[in-house]
């Protein structure tokens, strides 16, 4: 998502590591769909700078039932 976003913002990496703070590097790695490292307060910054909202939801799992 943040890919999709950045790059329709017309950004670079490292523009939009410098619009909140960080470096280059710290935007690939939340780039890469392997990371999990993600943070609410980063992606909430990132969010800011793209002009978007960080919307987080719980849905409920759903079970298989036995037949």
Known sequence: MIYTAR???GLT???LAELIGTKQPVIARLE???YE???ISILQK????LNQR???ELAPI???QSA
């Open 54 to 56: 960080v919307v987080i």
């Open 7 to 9: 790059t329709k913002a």
């Open 46 to 49: 990132i969010a800011y700078a």
């Open 62 to 64: 759903e079970h298989e």
């Open 13 to 15: 990496q490292k523009h």
């Open 32 to 34: 890469d769909a392997d």
């Open 37 to 39: 490292g993600h943070s």
